[in-house]
């Protein structure tokens, strides 16, 4: 089974904090995702990457960066972590040719105090 | 531009009971896929079934059923008889590119 995991369940931290989330996937994927979850808006794509230092903005990236240095793990950075990004961020990954059916970790659950 | 709309925010019903999903989406795109995921209170969500835009056929799994109609842009899921394990938020997705264009999601809630 595909897993994809991300470093922590639940993550509290204060404004202007750098904060780093990873995810980890063990299926050799060559997409990784970057979402973020929010009552009544659904999933937004903040970024993706389809290969090795490799990356693409989403539809929301402001106030985000990501690192992929290896193929296993997707970083997503908030250099200076507001109130407003206290949201819950999910993972994905996916092959590169079924980047339709993306695997999702659990997510993290940010509070940004 | 692409859009996904899932029109129903929290759905209730009592165990049994069939419940349908409602999807509509909007692309300019002639070939594109739509998916059904699932998110249980757990969080993780979970890959129901994927559609493209060549096939209209009906696809049921179980109990649960899908209906693609490409005429009013839809791609409805109806579970039947359902179960309190149903209970979930479901996501209604479209593929745009690499990545995917979610709807806001519908909350189900299934009594017993």
């Known amino acids: 089974d595909v897993k994809v995991t991300q470093s922590s369940r639940y993550l509290v931290k204060r404004t202007g904090e750098k904060v780093f989330l990873e995810c980890v996937q063990d299926?050799?994927?060559?997409?990784m995702f970057w979402y973020r979850q929010d009552p009544g808006l659904g999933l937004r794509l903040i970024y993706f990457?389809?290969?090795?230092?490799?990356?693409e903005k989403g539809d929301i990236p402001e106030g985000y960066s990501v690192s992929r240095e290896k193929k296993e793990r997707f970083s997503l950075i908030l250099e200076s972590a507001s109130t407003n990004q206290t949201s819950m961020y999910l993972c994905?990954?996916?092959?590169?040719?079924?980047?339709?059916?993306?695997?999702f970790g659990p997510g993290t659950r940010l509070t940004v105090l | 531009a692409q859009k996904v709309t899932q029109a129903q925010t929290e759905i209730s019903v009592v165990e049994k009971e069939d419940v349908t999903l409602d999807c509509v989406y909007e692309?300019?795109?002639?070939?594109?896929?739509l998916f059904w995921y699932k998110q249980p209170p757990s969080g993780e969500l979970v890959f129901l079934i994927r559609?493209?835009?060549?096939?209209?056929q009906n696809e049921i799994s179980g109990r649960y059923s899908w209906n693609f109609q490409k005429s009013t842009s839809s791609f409805n899921f109806t579970i039947t008889a359902s179960q309190v394990v149903d209970s979930a938020v479901y996501f209604c997705?479209?593929?745009?590119?690499?990545?995917?264009?979610f709807g806001k999601g519908t909350t189900l809630s299934v009594s017993s």
């Open positions: 559609r493209n835009s060549f096939d209209e």
């Open positions: 692309t300019r795109d002639t070939t594109y896929y």
């Open positions: 994905a990954s996916s092959f590169s040719g079924r980047a339709y059916e993306q695997f």
């Open positions: 997705a479209l593929k745009q590119g690499t990545a995917l264009i």
């Open positions: 299926m050799d994927h060559e997409n």
């Open positions: 990457s389809y290969d090795v230092k490799m990356k």
